[in-house]
């Protein structure tokens, strides 16, 4: 099994910064695909960024530019630098990681992220 437990979430006034973090633990292989998906009420959850363990990285249009995923594969973590954030991106933030091979998929808690003045 694996376990994924986000972190760095809060609230955050427009135009500030949030650093999310997401450690991975248990049965993880190599060949994986780590990101961040988001929930706001009402909404469904979406892509947010993902990275392989390649270090490829995709971003939705309203993450790029402003957002940053990174990965330490050799520790199973993967972040996500928020800049400029906006009231938009509240929303509750999941760290996902797909296995490659099996397609599982898994998903941390959630961390909520809320930008209000």
């Known amino acids: 099994q694996v376990q994924l437990v986000e972190s760095g979430g809060g609230l955050v006034q427009p135009g500030g910064s949030l650093r999310l973090s997401c450690a991975g633990s248990?049965?993880?292989?190599?060949?994986?695909?780590m990101g961040w998906y988001r929930q706001a009420p009402g909404k469904q959850r979406e892509l947010v960024a993902t990275?392989?363990?390649?270090?490829?990285?995709n971003y939705a249009d309203s993450a790029k530019g402003r957002f940053t995923i990174s990965r330490e594969n050799a520790k199973n973590t993967v972040s996500l630098q928020m800049n400029s954030l906006k009231p938009e991106d509240t929303a509750v933030y999941y760290c996902?990681?797909?296995?490659?091979?099996?397609?599982?998929?898994?998903w941390g808690q959630g961390t909520q992220v809320t930008v209000s003045s």
């Open positions: 990275v392989t363990s390649a270090g490829s990285t």
């Open positions: 996902n990681l797909r296995d490659i091979f099996s397609q599982n998929n898994y």
């Open positions: 248990g049965s993880i292989f190599s060949l994986n695909v």
